[in-house]
DNA sequence: CTCCCTGATACCCGCGCGGTATCAGGGAGG
DNA sequence: CCTCCCTGATACCGCGCGGGTATCAGGGAG
């Protein structure tokens, strides 16, 4: 039986990043040398080749993109168990909810207060994520519970609980013809030539490919609305961060997004199910 | 950021498995004093106190046990990293099926059979677990999907997609009162005072409290089923292992029991993608 | 043909990990 | 009350390994 260590695993993943040794090197603080020489011990010890090398270019193996995906999770998972345990042996014991600024913002104020004025739920901690940033978080350790969205988000090795579901809507500019329709279809939005959708980073940070402007936060959507460039399909309940420059308009057959509460798939502490039940339970009192 | 080296964690859990020194270097093949020095370290690094030692007994600390459900889920994921790794890397590209030994052995010979069958699924090698081994082998990679039972099984980490859900039968010697009913109740089960229900070991490997006795494995009950000293409920299709000393008789409020396929919830890869679809579709079939 | 880019190799040094020997403190038994 | 022993902590040492610098090697670009 083989085992890696975790300095390994980080070298493996930044050379998988940069495809590169020097720069991965350098991303590391060390020099180049030391690091060739652990990738490939790395690979004499799994007796798998990870990468190929043919002196210009470097490249992943199938093998060494399935490590690159395993190893991730497995970081992931070995720096989770650092920062809870230090946050279980601290004093303070406030547990983090991650939520996507802007997001449900109704909802997680009634949520909080709720909290706060039960005694037996512990102190919470908000932080707020961009786009996917939520999953992230919980899968190191970063956040205990987060409010996500079906079937945006990501959920591998997420667990959750349904909270409510909502239609969604598209954000125009307010000057834009489309912004005195009552209600849209998504055909009609997406054939529109001056007002592409923006588009999203995925996972692994690169965007996929289409017409529309590339954004990172929410802010950056929110001005390109706002000054005409794009347009956005979000859920309803998102509006906080409107300007005046923008229009919501209902989209008819937009597909539903359920907002959640969601854990990592082990660890449910008696804190962390108590502020799940809080929110189920506000959910259930909000659906009457 | 403190990061954690794997082999910290394995010395970490060695010590809060054992809760004596002594025990847990001889286990790990090393000397007390490293590995005091050790957890000494790693203390120091998360600034928590992990251990309460008091000359006579080491106990862990509410932040040592958050280390050690954390830090075993993280050897896992490292330990999944390998050896998928390696898998991906060898010309043999089989995948693993765990499964409980003798249960829906029916179903399992027309899932292989279709499998085989199919030029677009990848060969299948089959590991045949005992009780909940079935989780533990997908979470630390030694297979890669597996056909457990729900309520039953631990799921934490695992994606599992429904195949067919069939009620429960009792197993009782064919000489015993009981055999000759054509159906029973669970309440009259649990109170035959000479027919104890065996009792499985938890997840930590301990047992829980009770009259019956203790087993391991299906051997072992079905043994003890043949000789009169215990009876047992399992789902319909388990029947496969029944010795002509046994007597199924459906119980009629037993909850049902729904097997599915389960794999990590994590990689997904298009060789599972293809294994769970043939499983779905023959469910979907033997349904009609 | 030459230069340069990039990963591999060679070699050295110092830290840290693991080993042995020993200490320290407290519980149990006479 | 004293002693023995159990168990974790401390002290100290040696060496292996991880990381550094210097250099090589090979192939693409101009």
Redesign the interface.
Known sequence: ???????E??YFVAVAKELHFGRAAELLGMAQPPLSRAIKQLEAR?????FDRDRRAVAL???????H???E??L???????R???R???PRRAIVLATKAGAAHDTLQRLLDAISADAETPDVDVVLCEVGEQAVKLRD?RADVALMHRPVDDF???DAEELFTERQVAIVPANHPLAAREMVTMDEISSVPDLPMARWPLVDGSYPAGPGPEVRTQSQIAHLVALGRALLVIPASSRAWQWPEHVAIPVSDAPEVTTVIAWP???RSREIAAVILAATRLADVMAS
Chains 1, 2 share one sequence.
Do not use: C, P, W, Y
């Open positions: 039986m083989v085992d890696l260590e975790t300095r695993l980080k799994l007796g798998v080749r990870l193996t199938d093998a060494g993109a399935v490590l995906r395993e190893a999770t497995a992931n998972a070995v720096a989770a168990a650092a809870r345990t230090q279980a042996g601290h350790g591998a090795g997420i798939a082990h660890s």
